[in-house]
């Protein structure tokens, strides 16, 4: 399995699973598998209605097609990155700097997909096989890449663990964040450790501090704020 090293805004090294190009066209298989669905759906629908005798072919053509146009760009953005298929093979869009791509970025994957993938079948895979990133011309334009999904499976007993019965958070705050920015806070935080490098954990936890509005205590390292973080978030997310 190909792996990428993504390298943040902050200049910290993070190393993701790159999507297999079998995950990759099995998700636009039951992207297809899904449109398929609502638009039989859709059409079954309209059939009982009068709405086909009050548009001409044109007009009713440009309205089925919108959904099938809107899907991609669209859906992916507001879902963190994934399609209906790509969420079912645990596959996600982001950008080569691990964060979440703009509108825009999805808007040219569509329109490249459109010519590579539509117009001329089998250009996208063509170019994926010969990609170190394994990128499609719609990824390099728009700078991302397709990485497995390893949120859930990642998230080990340093988040997940055992908190006492009397334990009480001091951040609360915390809860603005979700699995995935734990995950990544974690993933810089071991890094750090292993290399020793302070400047990492400070810039994090400056990072940290700005987003959550909060103040690390002046008698606390760097490591245990970032620890008393995850073991907060750890509280609320089996709480709540």
Same mark, same amino acid.
Do not use: C
């Given at each position: 399995?190909?792996?990428?090293?993504?390298?943040?805004?902050?200049?910290?090294?993070?190393?993701?699973?790159?999507?297999?190009?079998?995950? /990759? !066209?099995?998700? &636009?298989?039951? #992207?297809?598998?899904?449109?398929? %669905?609502?638009?039989? *759906?859709?059409?079954?629908? $309209?059939?009982?209605?009068?709405?086909?005798?009050?548009?001409?072919?044109?007009?009713?053509?440009?309205?089925?097609?919108?959904?099938?146009?809107?899907?991609?760009?669209?859906?992916?953005?507001?879902?963190?990155?994934?399609?209906?298929?790509?969420?079912?093979? /645990? !596959?996600?869009? &982001?950008?080569? #700097?691990?964060?979440?791509?703009? %509108?825009?970025?999805? *808007?040219?994957?569509?329109? $490249?997909?459109?010519?590579?993938?539509?117009?001329?079948?089998?250009?996208?895979?063509?170019?994926?096989?010969?990609?170190?990133?394994?990128?499609?011309?719609?990824?390099?334009?728009?700078?991302?890449?397709?990485?497995?999904?390893?949120?859930?499976?990642?998230?080990?007993?340093?988040?997940?663990?055992?908190?006492?019965?009397?334990?009480?958070?001091?951040?609360?705050?915390?809860?603005?964040?979700?699995?995935?920015?734990?995950?990544?806070?974690?993933?810089?935080?071991?890094?750090?450790?292993?290399?020793?490098?302070?400047?990492?954990?400070?810039?994090?936890?400056?990072?940290?501090?700005?987003?959550?509005?909060?103040?690390?205590?002046?008698?606390?390292?760097?490591?245990?704020?970032?620890?008393?973080?995850?073991?907060?978030?750890?509280?609320?997310?089996?709480?709540?």
């Amino acid at each position: 399995m190909g792996k990428i090293q993504l390298q943040t805004a902050q200049n910290i090294i993070i190393e993701q699973n790159l999507a297999g190009i079998r995950q /990759r !066209i099995l998700a &636009v298989i039951l #992207d297809m598998l899904f449109l398929g %669905l609502f638009y039989y *759906l859709l059409l079954l629908i $309209l059939s009982k209605t009068a709405f086909f005798n009050k548009f001409s072919v044109w007009s009713f053509m440009s309205v089925l097609m919108l959904p099938y146009f809107l899907y991609y760009p669209l859906f992916q953005y507001w879902n963190n990155g994934q399609s209906f298929g790509k969420q079912i093979m /645990r !596959i996600r869009i &982001v950008k080569t #700097d691990n964060s979440h791509p703009r %509108l825009g970025d999805f *808007l040219i994957r569509w329109v $490249l997909r459109l010519f590579e993938v539509n117009m001329i079948p089998g250009l996208a895979l063509i170019v994926m096989l010969f990609s170190d990133k394994k990128q499609r011309l719609g990824d390099l334009a728009a700078n991302t890449v397709v990485v497995k999904d390893q949120i859930l499976a990642s998230l080990d007993r340093s988040i997940f663990e055992e908190l006492s019965q009397d334990y009480q958070p001091v951040f609360p705050s915390v809860k603005q964040f979700n699995d995935r920015d734990i995950q990544k806070i974690k993933t810089i935080l071991q890094e750090a450790r292993v290399k020793e490098n302070k400047k990492i954990l400070k810039a994090l936890v400056h990072k940290i501090e700005k987003i959550l509005q909060i103040e690390k205590p002046k008698d606390w390292s760097y490591s245990k704020f970032i620890d008393q973080i995850i073991k907060d978030y750890n509280y609320y997310a089996r709480h709540f």
